[in-house]
Every structure is written in C-alpha cells, then in structure tokens.
C-alpha cells in the first residue's frame, strides 16, 4: 500500500508529461526548459522545513490511513464507550501525567505552578478516585490542568526545534520535541517499572488516548483542514505557532504568546512564496479595524459621498483656492461666503 502511494505520484508525473512530448512533435520550436519548469508546479521548500518532501509523503500516508482505517476507528469507540466513561478515562491518563508536569514544572523554577500540580495530583488521586473525576478543576479547588513537557523544557532554555518532521500516526512533530517526547515516555518505564514498563499497559494507553484524541479533534480538524487549499502547510504552521506560544508561556512572556496567536493561519498555498509562519496581517489587526476603516490607505479609499456632496454645494467656493482631494474638515457654506 505504502508503495502504491509512492509510485502514484510518479505516474501521474508521466501521465501529465507524455501529452507535452506528443505535442513537441507537431509544434517547431521545442518548448524553452524555463517554460517546462513553470509547468510543473513545485512547493516552495519554507525555512524550518527542510524535509519538506518527506513530510509531505508522510502526510498523504498518514490522510490515507485515517480516511480508511483511523478516523473510522476513532468513531467507533465514540459509539460504543459512553461518553462518560470515555471522559474517566482520559482523566485517569492524565492524571498519570500529573508527575511528569510537575518535574518539568520545577526543571522550569516555577515552583508555584509546582505546588499547585502536586495539589491537584492529590486531590484527584483521593477525592477523584484516582482521577477518573477531575475534582481538582471545581470552584471549590480551582487547580485546572496545564500542560507541560520535557520539549517545552528543553525550549524553555535556549534550545531551538529543529527541522519539523510529520510522520504517520504521530502526527506534527520537530526534532526537540519528537526526542524529548520520546525520554518522557520512558521515565515511569525505567524509574518505576510495572506496569509502566509492561507491553499491556504501553499498548493500552496508547490506543486509548489516540483514539479518544481523535474524537475530541475531529471537529477541530474539519475546521482547520476542511477548506485549506494546502491542508499539510495549514497544520504545520497551526503546530508551529502552538509550539512557539508554549514555549514564550514558559517565560511568562503573555505578551509575545498573545502576538503568536495573532497569525490568522492564512492558507499558504495562496502565496506559494509565503512562510506560513509569518502569515498576512495579524488577526487582532483585522478584528480591531471596522469596516469603514477599509483601505487603510486614504490615498487607495473612495471620497465619502459627504466630501462629494460638500464639494458640488460649495463649488466653487473660491475660485482661487486649491482644491483639498481628501479635506480632514468640510469647508464653510457657500452661504457664508455670500454673507461676507
């Protein structure tokens, strides 16, 4: 299958070329090769991307296996396991977690945030009976979740992502991240043992909350993917922002993770030239100007149907004066003028 997918988009390569040969014959002058270059359309390789081609692979694999196998799957286990139950589920995995959020709180010298993780680890490991009821979140403890990780630490001090990487099944994913998730997940395995080291327990888990993350993000997915012109370019700089927020939060930089989120994750494929990290213009810009605020440019803007009325009433005021293309204040009656 995994085959069949490479060599498809090679075939289509020669299906679409062999048309340009047969007309080659009939026509003189041989096509320039600048202008079979033009023809084919090519990605643009963006910075922080270079495997690029390889990802892109790994995404139509990773598309192809959720259409048929994943997705299908995920909805299942929606239909099956009461919705209840599959909350107490992911609560109980998370509250596993809740140790790990805790080391990497104190690796990151937030020992407040600390405190408040091993709180919140006690009271659904008692109250919440072992966290399949997150009692934490309550009114009466406001101790909600946060997430943490090794990556957000290592990023945290200095060091960069690396080249982004999507493999099948995992999803987004860079080299930082991808490495440091990798340690996490063998911490319990090797400083606890069983059953966090146990085949049964690694499989269960993994399945459990790969399934249930794909029915929380179903919906998420459709919004994010469903109109994307280039639905591979859209996730990844939907993850990279996501990744480039986590890590200015870990500073407690509010301000830089707030400007982060202002890329409206403009479809890069409108602009092949565009870095989907840079983005158009920031969504609080767009949300914060009104409508009449619109071109910006008072140079580009139409004349308000006010300056055009004043000008036809007054015209002409005084012959001897200039003419204000775009008057800040509309000029005095023609009666005035009369009057004096």
């Not at 997918?5 to 080659?24: G, H, N, R, W």
């Amino acid at each position: 299958m995994a085959l069949a997918l490479f060599v498809a988009p090679v075939a289509m390569a020669q299906d679409v070329a062999a048309p340009v040969a047969v007309t080659s014959r009939a026509a003189p002058p041989a096509p320039a090769p600048a202008a079979v270059g033009a023809a084919r359309p090519r990605h643009h390789r963006t910075k922080g991307d270079p495997l690029e081609g390889f990802n892109r692979t790994m995404f139509s694999i990773h598309q192809f296996l959720d259409r048929i196998a994943f997705r299908p799957l995920a909805m299942l286990y929606k239909t099956v396991v009461p919705k209840p139950l599959r909350t107490g589920i992911r609560h109980v995995f998370s509250n596993v977690g809740e140790p790990l959020v805790f080391a990497n709180d104190m690796l990151q010298l937030k020992p407040k945030r600390a405190i408040k993780t091993v709180g919140r680890f006690l009271v659904n490991s008692t109250i919440g009976i072992g966290g399949v009821l997150d009692v934490a979140k309550t009114r009466e403890f406001n101790l909600p979740h946060h997430d943490n990780s090794f990556g957000t630490t290592l990023g945290h001090y200095g060091l960069g992502p690396g080249p982004y990487i999507f493999l099948p099944l995992v999803g987004p994913s860079d080299f930082r991240d991808f490495g440091a998730g990798i340690a996490q997940g063998q911490t319990y395995a090797f400083t606890i043992g069983t059953p966090f080291d146990r085949a049964e327990y690694r499989v269960s888990e993994a399945v459990l909350t790969g399934l249930d993350l794909r029915v929380e993000s179903d919906g998420a997915l459709k919004a994010l993917l469903g109109g994307a012109i280039d639905p591979y370019a859209t996730l990844r700089s939907a993850y990279l922002q996501d990744r480039a927020v986590s890590i200015a939060e870990s500073h407690g930089a509010k301000a830089a993770a707030a400007s982060a989120l202002d890329d409206p994750l403009t479809d890069p494929a409108a602009d092949p030239l565009m870095d989907p990290a840079a983005g158009a213009a920031p969504a609080s810009a767009i949300l914060a100007a009104k409508p009449d605020d619109f071109p910006a440019d008072p140079a580009a803007a139409p004349t308000p149907p006010s300056a055009e009325k004043t000008a036809v009433d007054d015209f002409p005021a005084d012959p001897a004066a200039p003419v204000n293309p775009t008057p800040s204040v509309p000029p005095a009656p023609a009666t005035t003028a009369v009057q004096r």
